[in-house]
């Protein structure tokens, strides 16, 4: 079975200061691994996936991300965060070959001022 | 154009009643899914369907009915309304074959007094 752990409940983070949001999952085969954001009264949207290939992978919104396989972690991280980052980030796995798809309990980013 | 429509975006109602949500996807996925989202942002999936296929049964309680009439909606129907029920309710799409990305509706609140 798969699973994954956001070790982060919360975040604050200064504007323009780099963050990273840590994610570890767990499976027994290959995987897929999301993140998406939702911002506040909005449904998820997908920020990045990792398929296969390079192991760092980018997405919208100067987010970037990078598949560990020997640590089993996906970690997202933003060289620079705006106002406009504050939201709840959520990482994501699947099996390859199984639509089931299993959400990790959250991050939820503060842009302080 | 809306990929993933929900309807309504908020629902206030009396304990013991019965309602509906509904959800429609203009994307030509044949897959869809509904999720519970709780007061922690704890994202819990609830059924899956694979052209009008029920593929996932999350352990909910037969309260829960969905129901799909073709591959492109999804409806959730709850009886006897309870006051744990009260949370955000997500539909997703995605297709089979692919990566297991999923498209998110914008969430139907349900508040249950």
């Known amino acids: 079975a798969q699973s994954v752990t956001q070790l982060d409940s919360q975040v604050p983070v200064f504007e323009e200061a780099p963050v990273e949001l840590r994610c570890n999952y767990s499976?027994?085969?290959?995987?897929?691994l999301f993140w998406y954001v939702q911002y506040p009264n909005q449904g998820l949207q997908l920020l990045l996936k990792?398929?296969?290939?390079?192991?760092l992978v980018k997405g919208i919104n100067g987010f970037e991300a990078e598949f560990n396989k020997s640590q089993t972690s996906f970690h997202l991280r933003k060289p620079s965060v705006h106002i406009s980052d504050t939201a709840e980030y959520f990482c994501a796995v699947s099996e390859r070959g199984y639509q089931k798809v299993t959400f990790g309990t959250g991050t939820k980013l503060q842009v302080i001022p | 154009d809306t990929a993933v429509s929900q309807t309504p975006k908020y629902l206030v109602t009396q304990m013991g009643n019965d309602k509906s949500i509904k959800c429609e996807q203009n994307l030509g996925h044949d897959t869809m899914y509904w999720y519970k989202q709780d007061s922690k942002k704890f994202l819990k999936i609830m059924f899956s369907?694979?052209?009008?296929?029920?593929?996932i049964n999350e352990t909910v309680p037969n309260r829960f009915s969905p129901k799909s009439p073709d591959k492109a909606h999804l409806n959730l129907h709850i009886n006897s309304l309870e006051l744990g029920d009260s949370a955000v309710y997500f539909c997703?799409?995605?297709?089979?074959?692919?990566?297991?990305?999923?498209?998110f509706g914008p969430g139907t609140r349900l508040t249950v007094t």
């Open positions: 990792y398929l296969s290939g390079s192991t």
């Open positions: 369907y694979n052209n009008k296929e029920l593929i």
């Open positions: 997703a799409s995605s297709q089979v074959g692919q990566t297991g990305e999923q498209y």
């Open positions: 499976s027994s085969v290959s995987v897929y």
